[in-house]
T-cell receptor
Framework: DTGVSQDPRHKITKRGQNVTFRCDPI?????LYWYRQTLGQGPEFLTY????????KSRLLSDRFSAERPKGSFSTLEIQRTEQGDSAMYLC???????????FGQGTRLTVV | GESVGLHLPTLSVQEGDNSIINCAYS??????FIWYKQESGKGPQFIID?????DKRQGQRVTVLLNKTVKHLSLQIAATQPGDSAVYFC??????????FGRGTSLIVHP
């Protein structure tokens, strides 16, 4: 399968725990995006990478959130000290270049209890 | 930054009818717009895009119209099918070409 892959698909965690999500973009796509989506809303931009460089972060990305793309391939999104308000679908997308079509993964649904 | 919004939260149509989903945007500097379809439990799926130097673009059963004068774009789906039932988002590209989404319109197709 050559689509964007996200792991895990679902995560339930207790408040205060740390969680990490992984995204494998389409091979050779140099742009990678992270979004968060809550019920009834559109995806909200969190951050994006151009190769391994993190070029932009949204104000939604508090200091409890960190994203990496160490070799310009897969990316991880970590949330530390999770809060109930972090419960959402976390979506990853990739594109070949800045004007290319962005392909989305199936998302990781996080539930903080 | 870009702000985009859909005009209606829900649109109900009969199978076989044409559907029109509307979207307004605020940033006149945006030069790239994308329509996405999202089915329940899945990530958004690209449908069609349009650059600001165009006012119309056609795909398979879909047409996007861009009116820069009133900052409005629309997605027209011809001969709507039950499989078209989903939430549709317009997204503005902005100067960094980062897709920025509005709230979406839920399209319900009745057989």
């Amino acid at each position: 399968d050559t689509g964007v892959s996200q792991d895990p698909r679902h995560k339930i965690t207790k408040r205060g725990q740390n969680v990490t999500f992984r995204c494998d973009p389409i091979s050779e796509h140099n742009r990678l995006y992270w979004y968060r989506q809550t019920l009834g809303q559109g995806p909200e931009f969190l951050t994006y990478f151009q190769n391994e460089a993190q070029l932009e972060k949204s104000r939604l990305l508090s200091d409890r959130f960190s994203a990496e793309r160490p070799k310009g391939s897969f990316s991880t999104l970590e949330i530390q000290r999770t809060e109930q308000g972090d419960s959402a679908m976390y979506l990853c997308a990739s594109s070949l270049d800045r004007v290319g079509e962005a392909f989305f993964g199936q998302g990781t649904r996080l539930t903080v209890v | 930054g870009e702000s985009v919004g859909l005009h209606l939260p829900t649109l109900s149509v009969q199978e076989g009818d044409n559907s029109i989903i509307n979207c307004a945007y605020s940033n006149s500097a945006s030069d790239y717009f994308i329509w996405y379809k999202q089915e329940s439990g899945k990530g958004p799926q690209f449908i069609i895009d349009i650059r600001s130097n165009m006012d119309k673009r056609q795909g398979q059963r879909v047409t996007v119209l861009l009116n820069k004068t009133v900052k409005h774009l629309s997605l027209q789906i011809a001969a709507t099918q039950p499989g078209d039932s989903a939430v549709y988002f317009c997204a503005g590209g902005g100067k960094s070409y980062i897709p920025t989404f509005g709230r979406g319109t839920s399209l319900i197709v009745h057989p």
